[in-house]
């Protein structure tokens, strides 16, 4: 790598501005116990504890509906051999009659909705547990307009 690239990348960087040259491994803080501490009562086994450390939100929902200790959300769920069967005949009638390609032509010929303010997007862990405020509503400075917790 270019040493003026990897200066400019590395300017301000939280862990130093001296390039790595070991493994990865070795520069990470340990996490297990603490992921061992945060799903007590929920992991059975040491299986279970990389899947919370990967996927600490889904993780531990994923270990809740495995062990019974909460019931598994609908949209999990698997489908019966009878819905799926029913999904394909609606899908193929809806190809068939060439459902896509009017609907298509149908939204074409709407209106585009005028530019406005763009959704705002921040990478997060966690679940969506209330928002505060309307769609396309403005949003005043430090206001709280989503909270989001495990």
Known sequence: MDK?????????????????????G??????????????????????????YGLYPTTGRRFLKGKYNLEPVPDEVKG???????????????????????KVKDYLDTLPQAAPGPK??????TGTVKAINCEPGASVAKDATFL????
């Open 119 to 124: 959704p705002a997007a921040a990478p997060a």
């Open 147 to 150: 909270v989001i917790g495990k």
């Open 26 to 51: 070795h520069i990470l803080a340990p996490e297990w116990d603490k992921a061992v501490a945060d799903t007590k009562g929920v992991a059975k086994n040491d299986g279970d504890i990389p899947i």
């Open 4 to 24: 003026a690239v990897q200066q400019h990348l590395l300017k301000g960087y939280e862990r130093g501005e001296t390039p790595t040259t070991g493994r990865p």
């Open 79 to 101: 489908k019966s051999l009878e819905q799926i069967a029913l999904e394909d005949e609606v899908y193929l009638t809806i190809k068939q009659k060439n459902f896509f390609a």
